[in-house]
């Protein structure tokens, strides 16, 4: 077997590149790898009142999609096919399906009108769905057999048995209208509610839900170790990153998201295809 032997200068040079080539590769994996390195998650969600029926109920969520110039409509496809692979009960869409540009809503639409679930596929309007065109984006999703819960309620029934579904417009974009959204729902039927931001568990309207199902935050989209997520990229507040809260006896799950937006990099927050299993108990 041969030997390499390096003399002083290169064994120096060598030592100097090292933290470059370090950087570099983080930088690759940061922009190239990480962004489309999704995680399917899957979370037990435990509801005292759950009728029977529903018991092992799944929820598959998506949310922050972003289709923008960095995130393509290749992207979206692969999202919605790893959605569909959890073959859920319900699927539901908590807003961000673009970014800035009206030009990317309907191709956007037209990608997830592919998602199928048993129950439907229910969506809420996130705050960048405003900046874009939040009319357009409603009809282009309904004209994909995606209705839109814009302060509205629906009920999902097995046989005698049912949940309530309800949506919340934009917290941020002062839409937020909670007696439209709870208007003739039943206090004795559990409560799943679809808020973009998941702030809105500090309100007390928001305690007549049994779960509260947000994204908005992106988990940070960068973490760096022991700084955590230095630029808030996705929102000023992250006290409700990712992952479950619980405000008395309503619970809150956020999650990270499919999408990202400023830089096409995340790094330390994959990005997140949610299932919530629905349990007695
Ligand atoms: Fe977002």
């Not at 950087?23 to 979370?43: Q, R």
């Not at 949940?163 to 002062?174: K, P, R, T, V, Y």
């Not at 935050?217 to 000023?236: C, D, E, N, V």
């Amino acid at each position: 077997m041969s030997k390499v032997h390096l003399n002083r200068r290169q064994f120096l040079g060598g030592l100097a590149a090292a933290p470059l080539i370090a950087v570099s590769a983080t930088a690759t994996y940061a922009t190239l790898i990480a962004p489309h390195n999704y995680e399917v998650t899957e979370t037990d969600i435990f509801i005292g009142d759950l009728p029977e029926r529903f018991e092992g109920f799944r929820i598959t969520q998506l949310t922050d999609v972003h289709h923008s110039r960095i995130v393509g409509l290749t992207e979206v496809q692969r999202v919605v096919d790893l959605a569909n692979r959890t073959k859920p009960d319900l699927m539901v869409l908590t807003g961000d399906y673009t970014t800035t540009y009206r030009r990317f809503i309907d191709p956007c639409a037209e990608v997830l009108g592919g998602l199928t679930a048993s129950e439907g596929v229910w969506a809420v309007l996130g705050n960048h769905d405003h900046y874009t065109d939040p009319e357009l984006t409603t009809r282009a999703l309904v004209r994909n057999h995606i209705p839109v819960l814009n302060n509205a309620n629906t009920r999902i029934r097995r046989g005698p048995d049912a949940i309530q579904l309800a949506g919340i417009d934009d917290w941020s974009w002062n839409g937020t209208d909670w007696v439209r959204a709870f208007y003739g729902l039943d206090r004795k039927v559990p409560l799943v509610l679809l808020s973009h931001q998941p702030t809105v568990l500090d309100f007390d309207e928001a305690q007549a839900a049994s779960l509260i199902l947000s994204g908005h935050t992106h988990g940070g989209q960068i973490k760096l170790p022991f700084i955590g997520a230095p630029a808030r990229f996705a929102t000023m507040d992250l006290k409700y990153a990712s992952g479950l809260f619980r405000k008395g006896q309503t619970q809150l799950y956020v999650s990270r998201g499919t999408g990202v937006i400023g830089l096409p990099v995340r790094f330390g927050v994959r990005p997140e295809i949610a299932v919530l299993r629905l349990r007695r108990g």
